[in-house]
Nanobody, 125 residues
Framework: QVRLAESGGGSAQRGKSVRLSCEASGPTSAALVGLCWFRQAPGREREFVASLSWISGDSHYDSAVRGRAITFRDNSKNMLDLRIDSLQPEDTAVYYC?????????????????WGQGTQVTVSS
């Protein structure tokens, strides 16, 4: 079992930055192969944002955030942070952290075994 605790988010103005944190804990957390962030805006499907492989260290970003997002890993805490710069109103969504214990694709929601509760990010213009 893996528990995911998200923090960060809130309200921000266009052009500012937001930093989200996701800490994994629980008996299975030592077996993680990767963490990622998805987001879901009102009326839209959940979509991939960014991921980081615990095994290779490779990171991936969706085209919507590539170039203005970066992930940070804290090995000591089994934590993945996501920072998004130059925020746009289109970044407004609930952001979810998810964890894999077996690799099944970095941007495939169904391949992630555990999910956090989500944290709201609202960007105003």
């Amino acid at each position: 079992q893996v528990r995911l605790a998200e923090s960060g988010g809130g309200s921000a103005q266009r052009g500012k930055s937001v930093r989200l944190s996701c800490e994994a804990s629980g008996p299975t957390s030592a077996a993680l192969v990767g963490l990622c962030w998805f987001r879901q805006a009102p009326g839209r499907e959940r979509e991939f944002v960014a991921s980081l492989s615990w095994i290779s260290g490779d990171s991936h970003y969706d085209s919507a955030v590539r170039g203005r997002a970066i992930t940070f890993r804290d090995n000591s805490k089994n934590m993945l942070d996501l920072r998004i710069d130059s925020l746009q109103p289109e970044d407004t969504a609930v952001y979810y952290c998810a964890a894999q214990v077996r690799y099944g694709g970095y941007d495939v929601a169904n391949s992630y075994d555990y999910w956090g509760q989500g944290t709201q990010v609202t960007v105003s213009s």
